[in-house]
Structure formats: structure tokens, C-alpha cells
């Protein structure tokens, strides 16, 4: 989905992003024009957010510094998503064959981020991942 919002000073949020030469230097750009904060993936598209030897098979890993899990629903089928829990907020904990909010016991799929256990009834946000040798590359949101 493209984000083609504009804030105060005329510029499309995904070009400013685009054309930010760092992370900060959009969270910056962004604040100081008026928009709205990006979320915390947003700064880090086209950035390396985790190595595969992180994220087991039939599994995931938690990347909480880019606010990301990432699974490997099959072989060398990496997906990510927000996880940032869909019913209150939470950091998403734990990641085996389903992915884990402990802070009210939501369950969330591996390869599709739905929710499986609520509380939460909405799955979590998507985004397209890439591999780059080792190197997890987030791309930007899912079906862009
Ligand atoms: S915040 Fe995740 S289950 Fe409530």
C-alpha cells in the first residue's frame, strides 16, 4: 500500500524517508515539517533489521530494537511483521510454531501474522523482507 501523505512542507512522507541519508536524520525531518512520527519499521526501510542465523526454521526471532519479528515459516521463507501486539500495545515475546504476546496470552501465525488466540483479533501489521547473504533487509510494507 503506498503512502503517499504529505506533510506541511510539501513533501510525500515515503520521498522524504526516501531521501533522508539516515534513520535519524528522517525522524528528524519528519518531526520539524509537522507530520506525523514515523512508526519505528518506517526509518528502517532499505536497512539490514536482523542475520537469518537469528530466526530458526518453523520459527522466528524478535528484533526489538526495529520493533520487527521475524519468521521462517519453511525454508528460506522469511517474513516479518510489527510486534507491536494488535490488542494492547505489547512487545510480542516469544516465537516458536506461533508467535507469543505474554502480556495477555494473544497467539499470533507464523506465516500470516493472523491472530490465532485473543485476546487479539486483529493480526499483526506485515512488512516484505529481503536476503541479502545472511542479512535480513526490510523493505517496506507488505503489498506495496
Ligand atoms: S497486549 Fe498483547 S495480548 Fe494484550
Do not use: W
Amino acid at each position: 500500500m503506498a503512502d503517499n501523505r504529505t506533510c506541511g512542507c510539501g513533501m510525500s512522507r515515503r520521498r522524504l524517508l526516501g531521501t533522508a541519508g539516515t534513520a535519524a536524520a528522517a525522524v528528524t525531518a519528519v518531526s520539524a515539517c509537522g507530520g506525523e512520527a514515523p512508526k519505528p519499521q518506517e526509518v528502517r526501510y532499505g536497512h539490514v533489521v536482523g542475520q537469518t542465523t537469528d530466526v530458526p526454521e518453523g520459527a522466528g526471532a524478535v528484533f526489538s530494537n526495529s520493533k520487527l519479528v521475524v519468521t521462517q515459516p519453511g525454508p528460506g521463507d522469511y517474513r516479518a511483521f510489527s510486534a507491536a501486539c494488535t490488542h494492547g500495545g505489547c512487545t510480542v515475546q516469544e516465537v516458536d510454531d506461533v508467535i507469543r504476546c505474554l502480556c495477555h496470552g494473544s497467539e499470533f501465525d507464523i506465516s500470516t501474522g493472523e491472530a490465532l488466540r485473543g485476546p487479539a483479533q486483529e493480526p499483526l501489521e506485515e512488512f516484505t523482507v529481503t536476503v541479502d547473504g545472511t542479512d535480513i533487509v526490510l523493505e517496506g510494507p507488505a503489498g506495496a
